[in-house]
């Protein structure tokens, strides 16, 4: 054999085989997807044509492009998780998973990843599910576009729609998840962008993250939640221009930051929820330029919060605009609208010549006993909190906002109104 053969005999060896497509169909060669499975390669694509296959427990241990043709649905029977991916560079969409068995041991999902990189899970529907997505030591991954739904009933027998746990560099964007215990779930996942989505009228929280650093939430709503958006253990976070709304009850709240460090919380808006932001053992904290409208507390502040700062916020119309327990401990407010400051602007310059006191007595008296609250709107409670503010007693003396804005501070909140 001369030289230039053996060279070309050796290119061609050492090419990869090229990729295939593998259908699936009630006509095609392979009419499960089980059977299809068994076909493919890395690099390949199962194409998966209009029809129902009720399949569980599918293992996919190559990185292929599984693709839906014409709205398949891949019906699990409630047996348990329908398809586990478990290599690296594979994509997954235009499909509908539906029926995932539920129980109290196992975490059974539509779908399962696990130990993989450099996926996409994009465009697929995902219904009466108990896990929808669930993602573990994986890095890499864009999960976006997709519907998650489940028939919640309570929070033992309720999974999450996406959760991703011990993972990095993740996109969550464009999805809508309801039904679930919680919407999204993140457990050690750090680098990573959550936006654009939609978390609503779940069991639990919209969102719930722990132990999660340098990750950045945006343009998201959470509304209609048994307790909004809980933020855990966590530092250097980023929230913008998100909505937390309509989350109503005993113990619920737009944003829950508890241990939370080194955090930026700005453009977003908290509206009708039973406390707008509780925040406890939380430090620098930049609340910037936030809406806080018709909430039962805008704010509260519990113990071990250290150096936060509240600038250019806007507080309208809430029962009470701050709770604030224990000391200010380096915390200041600076250039807050108050829809309840009745200072004046003789110098025109758009900030109040009289600082203004949002911790109200009343505030502090149903802090201590609740049922006290029916009595709001009474004369009693003008007076308690007139004599408060003259002569300050129970309320933190120096917690003032000495420039407060005499007009509601212009914030483009980015994302369209849901109520």
Known sequence: MNKSWAIFLFVCLSLPALAKRVEVCATCPSQSIASALKKVEHGDELVIKSGVYKEHDLLVPFGIRVIGEGDPV????????????????????????KNVGQSYTKDFAAIRVTKSKNFTITNNILENVFFGILVEKSKFGNITNNTISGTRKNESNSG???????????????????????????????????HDNRSHH??????????????????NVFSNNGAGVAVMFSKKIIMHHNRFELNWGDASYGLLLKEIYDAEIHDNVFEQNTIGIN????????????????????????????????????????????????HLNGSYF???????????????????????????LFS?????????IVLLRSLFVDIINFSEKVSPVFTPDDL???????????IDVGIPKTI
């Open 74 to 97: 891949i019906d699990g029977e409630m047996v348990g998780t329908i398809m586990t991916f478990g290599a690296d560079s594979f994509s997954v969409e235009g499909i509908t998973f």
């Open 160 to 194: 999450n729609g996406v959760q991703v746990w011990h993972s990095s560099q993740m996109e969550i964007s464009g999805n809508e998840v309801f039904g679930m215990r919680d919407g999204l779930y993140f457990e050690f996942v750090d680098n990573a962008e959550i």
């Open 202 to 219: 779940n069991i639990r929280y919209g969102l719930h993250f722990m132990f999660s650093n340098d990750d950045a939430y945006y343009r």
């Open 279 to 326: 925040t406890e053992g939380s430090t620098r904290i930049n609340y910037h330029k936030n809406v806080f409208l018709r909430n039962g507390w805008a704010v509260k502040v519990a113990g071990g919060c250290y150096d936060n700062i509240f600038t250019e916020n806007d507080f309208s119309h809430n029962a009470f605009d701050l709770s604030f327990d224990g």
């Open 334 to 360: 600076k250039n807050n609208y108050w829809s309840e400051y009745t200072g004046y602007d003789l110098d025109k310059n758009g900030i109040g010549d009289v600082p203004y006191r949002p911790v109200k």
């Open 364 to 372: 502090y008296v149903v802090n201590q006993t609740p049922e006290t």
């Open 400 to 410: 003032l906002d000495n420039e407060p804005l005499m007009k509601r501070p212009t």
